[in-house]
């Protein structure tokens, strides 16, 4: 086979971005034979670039295909190993554990979901009012449950309103029987000239609670993966945790929520949309249909799945078991109480978490390439040769940019470890050691909410089932964050100066 017949075989029907990420990773690669120090090092970022740029292309190509494949021949190329990629899925399984199982877990839950929201929808007709209360649910759910969780409740929510509008708008009605069917045409067409609002409602009703689990999540042990490791090294229980870093996850909660309904009002970064009022009609509609049609075997699978939602919640509350099995819990218990006994009908559960489950494996094989070229450690020693008095703020910002472009739970891992190696070396006091401790946690929740790859909530949301629906794309999501991030970062810059 020529190289031309291969560029044609392979490549040819490739988009473009595609042809220059693989084209432009392979230029590099002679470099790893005549200088493998810089050459390394080049590769490594140009990896961290293209892995990215992949993401942000997550519309036109699902990501773990032209990721896996730099993947692949960064470990060929001997930039990371098969062990250590290994090493980063097994200390992060109890995330893999979390997508496997308790994304499947709010599947079943999905009608109980669709039921709660779509009365919430109709009954709060201020848009304020609702991005508000989506924002403060998020929150105060990733404080006690866990961020990924929550983001597939949202999910699910959005994909269940998008179903109810798709029906309707395709041909499909709810309608009483004295409904005048003359006004479903009008309504079919009022809801597909006003598609393009409902799309731009629901996502900024995903961005809020998606902010929402930022805002939550840096504020108490168990809100993020990450906030467990600093609490361990620091020494910190439930309560002391949440008190060493309420000066700054406080303020930033309520910045946080005047952000949100500052661009509700002002109808900036594509917020603002109202709900169209003939998708109102049909929700409303919808759950009156549904009402009239429950039957007491509906009621029974309701409350089913309303008692598996309160042990859900009791369950990660008090860490009864790791995440992932209390998901594999729930599953059993809704599936077995609620007759659902067949594998086909089960096996639709899995299929929204499972690719993200393998673009994450792929996605911590990259941080194993980080870890490996030590490509963050001249940062680090740029942090620890700064003056005591600037380092806390100045971790806040190098956690916070390294957070945006890699994993915020690799860069507090990281920085952590070297925060507490300086402390047994006695190179830092107690009290020191803990403000680096506070400017780790909140430096890696809050302006890492700047891009999907930052916050893991992020790029589950863009990487989900219902991101094409309503037209969420990675650049979309990074505008509509930038005035959270700018917000957040500015708001809790000068609370870590001030401590």
């Given at each position: 086979?020529?190289?031309?017949?291969?560029y044609?075989?392979?490549l040819?029907?490739?988009?473009?971005?595609?042809?220059?990420s693989i084209?432009?990773?392979?230029?590099i690669?002679?470099?790893l034979?005549?200088?493998p120090?810089v050459?390394y090092?080049?590769a490594?970022?140009a990896?961290?670039i293209?892995?990215?740029?992949t993401?942000?292309?997550?519309?036109?190509?699902?990501?773990?295909?032209?990721?896996g494949?730099l993947?692949?021949?960064a470990?060929a190329?001997g930039?990371t190993?098969p062990?250590?990629?290994k090493?980063?899925?097994?200390?992060?399984?109890?995330?893999i554990?979390?997508?496997?199982f308790m994304?499947?877990?709010?599947?079943?839950?999905?009608?109980?979901?669709?039921f709660?929201?779509?009365?919430?929808?109709?009954?709060?007709r201020?848009k304020?009012?609702?991005s508000?209360m989506?924002?403060?649910?998020?929150?105060?759910?990733?404080a006690?449950?866990?961020?990924l969780?929550?983001?597939?409740?949202?999910?699910?929510v959005?994909?269940?309103?998008?179903?109810?509008?798709?029906?309707?708008?395709?041909?499909g009605?709810?309608?009483?029987?004295?409904h005048?069917?003359g006004?479903?045409?009008?309504?079919?067409?009022?809801?597909r000239d006003?598609l393009?609002?409902?799309?731009?409602?629901l996502r900024s009703?995903?961005?809020?609670?998606?902010?929402?689990?930022a805002?939550?999540?840096?504020?108490?042990r168990?809100g993020?993966?990450?906030?467990?490791l600093i609490?361990?090294k620091?020494?910190w229980?439930?309560i002391?945790f949440?008190?060493?870093?309420?000066p700054?996850?406080?303020p930033?909660?309520f910045?946080?929520?005047?952000?949100?309904?500052?661009l509700?009002?002002?109808k900036?970064?594509d917020?603002?949309?109202?709900?169209p009022?003939?998708v109102?009609?049909?929700?409303?509609?919808?759950d009156?249909?549904?009402?009239e049609?429950?039957?007491n075997?509906?009621v029974?699978?309701l409350?089913v799945?309303?008692v598996?939602?309160l042990?859900l919640?009791?369950a990660?509350a008090?860490?009864l078991a790791?995440?992932?099995?209390?998901?594999?819990?729930?599953i059993?218990?809704?599936t077995?109480?609620?007759g659902?006994?067949?594998?086909?009908q089960?096996?639709?559960?899995?299929?929204?978490?499972?690719?993200?489950?393998?673009?994450l494996?792929?996605?911590?094989?990259?941080?194993?390439?980080i870890h490996?070229?030590h490509l963050?450690?001249?940062i680090?020693?740029?942090?620890?040769a700064?003056?005591?008095?600037?380092?806390?703020?100045?971790m806040f910002?190098?956690?916070?940019?390294?957070?945006?472009?890699?994993?915020?739970?690799?860069v507090?891992?990281v920085?952590?470890?070297?925060v507490?190696?300086?402390l047994?070396?006695?190179?830092i006091?107690r009290?020191h050691?803990?403000?680096?401790?506070i400017a780790?946690?909140t430096?890696?929740?809050?302006?890492?909410v700047?891009?999907?790859?930052?916050?893991?909530?992020?790029l589950?949301?863009?990487?989900s089932a219902?991101a094409p629906?309503?037209r969420?794309?990675y650049?979309?999501?990074v505008?509509?964050?930038?005035p959270?991030?700018?917000?957040?970062?500015?708001?809790?810059?000068i609370?870590?100066?001030q401590?």
């Amino acid at each position: 086979m020529t190289l031309s017949s291969f560029y044609k075989n392979f490549l040819g029907n490739s988009p473009s971005w595609y042809k220059l990420s693989i084209i432009g990773f392979l230029l590099i690669n002679p470099l790893l034979v005549l200088i493998p120090e810089v050459g390394y090092t080049i590769a490594g970022w140009a990896l961290i670039i293209e892995f990215i740029f992949t993401l942000a292309l997550a519309l036109k190509c699902y990501p773990l295909q032209p990721g896996g494949l730099l993947v692949i021949e960064a470990v060929a190329l001997g930039m990371t190993s098969p062990e250590a990629v290994k090493n980063e899925i097994m200390a992060n399984f109890e995330v893999i554990l979390l997508l496997m199982f308790m994304v499947a877990g709010i599947f079943f839950m999905k009608n109980l979901l669709l039921f709660i929201f779509t009365k919430l929808l109709i009954h709060i007709r201020s848009k304020m009012a609702l991005s508000l209360m989506f924002c403060i649910m998020a929150a105060v759910l990733s404080a006690f449950l866990d961020a990924l969780t929550v983001t597939a409740v949202v999910i699910s929510v959005g994909v269940g309103f998008f179903a109810v509008y798709h029906k309707v708008a395709s041909g499909g009605t709810y309608h009483h029987d004295n409904h005048d069917h003359g006004n479903d045409s009008a309504i079919q067409q009022h809801l597909r000239d006003d598609l393009e609002n409902f799309r731009s409602f629901l996502r900024s009703l995903l961005m809020h609670a998606a902010v929402g689990t930022a805002l939550g999540g840096v504020a108490t042990r168990v809100g993020e993966p990450q906030n467990l490791l600093i609490a361990e090294k620091a020494g910190w229980n439930f309560i002391e945790f949440f008190l060493q870093v309420a000066p700054v996850s406080i303020p930033v909660f309520f910045a946080g929520l005047a952000t949100c309904l500052f661009l509700e009002k002002v109808k900036w970064f594509d917020y603002g949309t109202e709900m169209p009022e003939p998708v109102y009609t049909i929700l409303k509609d919808y759950d009156s249909y549904q009402s009239e049609k429950r039957t007491n075997t509906d009621v029974a699978q309701l409350i089913v799945q309303g008692v598996a939602a309160l042990f859900l919640m009791v369950a990660l509350a008090f860490h009864l078991a790791p995440v992932g099995l209390i998901g594999l819990t729930i599953i059993v218990v809704q599936t077995a109480l609620n007759g659902i006994t067949e594998e086909h009908q089960i096996g639709h559960a899995f299929e929204e978490a499972l690719p993200f489950t393998s673009l994450l494996v792929v996605f911590f094989a990259v941080v194993a390439v980080i870890h490996d070229q030590h490509l963050f450690q001249p940062i680090i020693d740029w942090v620890f040769a700064q003056s005591i008095q600037a380092q806390p703020l100045i971790m806040f910002f190098a956690n916070g940019a390294l957070s945006a472009i890699s994993d915020n739970v690799f860069v507090a891992t990281v920085y952590i470890n070297e925060v507490k190696a300086a402390l047994d070396n006695n190179d830092i006091t107690r009290e020191h050691f803990e403000l680096l401790a506070i400017a780790v946690n909140t430096g890696t929740n809050l302006p890492s909410v700047a891009t999907p790859n930052g916050q893991a909530a992020f790029l589950f949301l863009l990487t989900s089932a219902v991101a094409p629906l309503v037209r969420l794309s990675y650049g979309k999501m990074v505008w509509m964050a930038l005035p959270y991030t700018i917000v957040l970062t500015v708001v809790g810059a000068i609370c870590v100066a001030q401590l």
